[in-house]
Structures are given as structure tokens and as C-alpha cells.
């Protein structure tokens, strides 16, 4: 199955307005389940339809296998039904005066594909799905959900070697959407199939992909595995996009918030002689501790004197909201809390776990490290 390289991609829709997707390169590899993300605007669908052939872009190269399928400067450009992809989009129309098995079958009729062998890929396809029990039906006569699956299912069917989906289970309440990235990562295990997929929701993307690409303003802002992306974020926009509840972040040098900052500081410069270099502190809420006495706080820890001002049930875990210094941090447990609002605490982090961010956000990877071992020394 192809790789999908896209090499300094612009797109300018005209018109004065600014690009839509800037200097985009990105390398998609075979077997890979490439989620697109990031906020509204940001130029995912953009991205998708470039690939797809839907879209032209403006500057720079497409690669799919050793096929080049966009190229500006060579004028290059295969259309979209020359690129063999798979595509579903928000809505997944089906024909509505055909059959399910029709609806599935009709990729294959297109392709002139002969009827014995179309007839045993469809069924092979609709029980993988689930769906053969609804054949003879009509589009119509089936759930959102279960339409859903019949357009994966025609998608299928034809067997692209690769899937591009833009937000394809924005339609389907709580449940189904779980269900259907199962389904989703079944599909990808089982056909092997090479999977880019758009969406602005981050657990989709952590819970489907091998590969996150976050975009913003029309920019890749990180590309890596979920862990890191989640683990160590490029920067303070992929810190504050992935991770709900939302990391705390910390302002430094910045004498108004007040104690924390300072303390912060303190703390950082203790241990690292560069200060000035940082911009900010990220922590994630389950790395914040609670202890009620400050003897339980590990020594190497940064720590600070806060009160509780909330603990927020969320089923199965916790949320306690702390305040210090006019500061809120939150912190996130998954056992039953024993502290209540009101009470004086301290909250103390790991070395390791504090995130750290230069002044123009970008990650300050060298920082961490000296802190955390010279954290870990007593
Ligand atoms: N056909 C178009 N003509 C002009 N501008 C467009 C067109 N399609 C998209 N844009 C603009 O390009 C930018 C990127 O849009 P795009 O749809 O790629 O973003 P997105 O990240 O997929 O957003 P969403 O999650 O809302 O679908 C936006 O500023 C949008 O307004």
C-alpha cells in the first residue's frame, strides 16, 4: 500500500484571504492511521481534499505511492477518481433508491468487476460490518449509525488502499461514536488499510491514532504518536488543545499572578540556571498531588500552599479545583478524594511532570531535562 507524502503544500482559496493551509509537509505511511487535528479553521478538511484531488493546492507537491499527484511547478495533477482512495465525508450520502447490497455493491459494478465475485466481496463485507441482515433494505429503513456503517462498508468493498474520512461520526450520538471507533480500528487492524482521518475531537484522535498531525491556523504544529503528543507537546497550543481537563499553565516573569509565579521560579531557578529563557509552566491536572501535610510532600517536589475551593465528581473520578495565591489549578484523581472545600492543602508536582515552555511557547526540552535530574538529587 502507497505512503501519501505532501511536500511544502500552500492552499490560497483567493481573494485576499490568508493561506488555508501553509508550507504543510507531512509523510503518511503505509498501514498508518493518520488523524488530522486540531480547532475549527485550522485547515484539516483543506488538507484531506487536497489529498483527496477535490482541492487544488497552490504551491508544492502530492505524493501517493510513486505516483506524483500534485505537483504546481510541473502542473501535474491526477484527478480524484484516477487516485484509487476511499473517501467518506460528514455526510455520507447513500442512494436512496437502492438497496443496502446495492449501495455496496455499486463501487464494484462501476469497476466492471464480475458478478460472482462481486456478490461474495459483498457479503464478505457486510457481515464483517454487521450489516448483512439489513441487505434487502433501503437506506431509509436504517439508523444513522447503521447507515454509517453501510458507507464504510461501500468503501470497503472496492478496497482502497487507502481511507480518508473527515469527521465521519460527527453524526452519531455518545454511544454509536464509540462503538464506531471501534468498528474503525477493527477495519484498520483487520484490512491493513492506510487510514487519514479528520476530526476536531482530541479523543477521537487519541483513542484511534497511530499518528497525530495538530494543525492550527493552517500550520502543523506537531506531528507525532498520541503519547507524544499528549506526553511532550511541541509547544503551548498542542499543550492546551490535547488533554481535558486542560493543562494548568503557569505564567513566569510575570509579576502580577502574583505568588505563584514566584514560586515557580524560585523553585525553577534553584535548579536551573537559565530562567530567563522560560516563558511558562505547564502542568497536566493528574500529575497535580494533594497532600494535607506538608511533611507528605516529597522533598524534590515543587509544591505550594493552595485551598480547595472544589471537588468536582465526574463519575469515576475527581476533579479539585485549588486556589493559590487568585490562581486556580486543577487537579484530577481517580481515587475518592479525602480532602473537602474549604481546607488548606498543599499541591506538589514531580519534577519530571512539570512541562516547560520558553517565551515564544515553544517547547524547552534541554530545561526539562536538567530539571528533572537535578530534581531527582536530593
Ligand atoms: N471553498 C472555500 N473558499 C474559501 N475559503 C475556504 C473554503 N473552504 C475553506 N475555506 C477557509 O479555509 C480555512 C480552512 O478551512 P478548513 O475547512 O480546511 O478547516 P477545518 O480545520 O477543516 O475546519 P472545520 O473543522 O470547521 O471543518 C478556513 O479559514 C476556511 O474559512
Redesign the pocket.
Known sequence: MPNITLSNIQKN?GGG?PN?VENLNLEIGDGEFMCLL?P????????LRMISGLEHPTGGKITIGNRVVDSVTDGVFVPPEKRELGLVFQSYALWPHLTIENNVDFGLRLRKIPRAERESRTTEVMEKMGIAKYRKRYPSELSGGQQQRVALARMLAVNPGVLLLDEPLSNLDARLRLEMRAELKRIHEEFNTTIVF?T?DQWEAMTLATKIGV?SD?ELQQLGTPDEIYGAPANRFVAEFVGSPPINIIQLADDETGGLSLWAMQFLSHRYAKIESLGSLGIRPETVHVAVHEIDVPDAAFKARSRVTGVLPTGGSWIIELEVAERKIFSVTSELPSVKAGEEVYFWVRPEDLHLFDVDGNRAPQAELVLSEVGLVK
Open positions: 482559496y484571504s488555508a486540531g475549527s479553521g485550522c485547515g484539516k478538511t483543506t488538507t479528520v476536531h494543525m493552517g
